[in-house]
């Protein structure tokens, strides 16, 4: 899957317990989402660096992932200042920068990157499996869980499906143009791909049927807080702290 | 098990239709016995598939009926009993495979009869070791190959103990090394079952009696 670059390598941040995990991630990035201060996403952004380089995540992808976020806060860096009323910074010709808008787009540029970066750390790092039921132990509702785990079991099988009918296209000369036919080719194919998925999903309730499925779920559960975990949650607690000790405190910080 | 000499399961006059015009079975009576492997076998679409789906409670005939274990079964809630001691092993373990991990796919059925979560594991632990799949339990059931992962297929349906095995073309895709395990596993069981498949090298090695359907209807056939 796309993201299988991230569980590669075999860190601490790997070992921690997924739960453990899931926390600290949220409830950073509630933190930094509501923090009305530079320095509490900036100091957000330094600890996602550094559990970045904990987590050994692979440049490249890392790169590219935090490439797809930032050409949308690119643009919000390029609009803003133009649009967010104040006195001017600096102008370009009868283009003036508003210092309010320069800032804005600052916060939301730390802000989006401190939290896909920590996201990524934190979460990337473990199967999406593990994610299902951490969730599932963090007592989220079971319809969520069970389509997460379910997406993730079948999405490759979908993606094989669609591999299979693009190639029979292919071999029988098709190539994508402009033109209704290239429509009307891509629709069947969409549309198998739905009835087919159709058929399988009610071969997968016989199947669960017959193994005596009633409308339950059982997860076996696997994990175990360790001495790590217990340390890192706490640690994670002190830096949240911290930061919300910056954010709502009475210091007079910037 | 049937000592009185009741069959496991009996089809009396069945018949089924998916659609009105085009009967797929009619007046099929078939009869299961305690440590009979019935192979079956018949054209593309003849209505093997729908014969095993029949069986515990999937379709519905049209006409006649089903027995299991003495009784006649005729509603939904009928096969609720007939599926934990009937197992069905599908076509494509893609279907009967819908968990994360080999344990909690293999767990699935134990724990829908009702086991405890450490009387799962540990039917868990014995099936797989049975099947030579010890050491699978963490695997994500979408990284397996298509032999272990129709293995494992097997194994969520021998998790449940059924009496009755019904295996829908279990050799279908696979190379020999994995054809050469099923074949080998499926002659060690003692249950009894019902072969559909194609191979009929394979249903030579592992069958004890032969049926084919022709023409909506089920005939003997000589395997060897």
């Not at chain 2, 895709?173 to 074949?183: A, S």
């Not at chain 2, 049926?211 to 056939?221: G, K, V």
Request: glycine share 10%.
């Amino acid at each position: 899957m796309v993201c299988e670059a991230f569980l590669e390598a075999d860190t601490f941040v790997h070992r921690l317990d997924p739960r453990v995990r899931v926390v600290a991630a949220l409830a950073l990035a509630v933190l930094v989402a509501v923090s009305g201060r530079l320095v509490v996403p900036g100091a957000a952004l330094a600890l996602a660096i550094g559990l970045a380089v904990a987590a050994r995540l692979p440049a490249g992808a890392t790169l590219k992932r935090l490439a797809g976020l930032n050409v949308f806060v690119l643009v919000l860096a390029a609009v803003l200042p133009l649009s967010v009323p104040g006195p001017a910074a600096f102008a370009v010709g009868p283009l003036a920068f508003s210092g309010a808008g320069l800032l804005q787009a600052a916060a939301i540029a730390l802000k989006a990157n401190a939290i896909l970066l920590a996201v990524t750390a934190l979460l990337s790092t473990m199967e999406l499996s593990d994610l299902g039921h951490a969730l599932h132990h963090l007592r989220l509702p079971d319809k969520l869980v069970h389509l997460l785990l379910f997406s993730v079991r079948y999405i490759e099988v979908l993606r094989h499906e669609y591999g299979r009918l693009l190639r029979a296209m292919r071999v029988r000369g098709f190539r994508p143009r402009t033109n209704r036919h290239t429509y009307r080719t891509i629709g069947y194919l969409v549309g198998m791909l739905l009835v087919r998925s159709v058929d399988r999903s009610e071969r997968i309730l016989a199947a669960m049927k017959c193994r005596g499925f009633k409308g339950r779920f059982y997860l076996l559960d696997h994990f175990r807080i360790r001495p790590s975990d217990t340390a890192f949650a706490a640690a994670a607690g002190l830096v949240l702290l911290a930061l919300g000790w910056v954010e709502w405190g009475p210091g007079g910080w910037v | 098990m049937s000592a009185d000499g009741l069959p496991l399961l009996a089809f009396r006059g069945v018949a089924f239709a998916y659609d009105r015009d085009r009967p797929v079975l009619e007046g099929v009576d078939l009869e299961v016995r305690a440590g009979e492997r019935l192979g079956l076998v018949g054209p593309n679409g003849s209505g093997k598939t729908t014969l095993l789906h029949l069986a515990v409670g999937l379709l519905h005939p049209t006409a006649g009926h089903i027995e299991a274990f003495g009784e006649a079964r005729r509603e939904e809630k009928d096969f609720h009993e007939v599926r934990g001691r009937v197992g069905l092993l599908f076509q494509d373990p893609e279907d009967q495979l819908f968990s994360p991990t080999v344990a909690e796919d293999v767990a699935f059925g134990p724990l829908n009869l009702g086991k405890s979560r450490e009387e799962a594991r540990a039917i868990v632990g014995e099936t797989l070791q049975a099947l030579d799949l010890g050491g699978y339990e963490d695997r994500i059931t979408h990284h397996l190959s298509y032999g272990e992962k129709r293995l494992v297929a097997l194994a969520s349906v021998l998790a449940m103990r059924p009496e009755v095995l019904l295996l829908d073309e279990p050799t279908d895709g696979l190379d020999e090394h994995y054809e050469g395990r099923l074949t080998g596993i499926l002659r060690g069981l003692g249950q009894a079952m019902v072969l559909v498949s194609h191979d009929r090298g394979f249903l030579a090695m592992v069958a004890n009696r032969g049926a084919c359907i022709r023409q909506c209807r089920l005939e003997p056939l000589d395997l060897a």
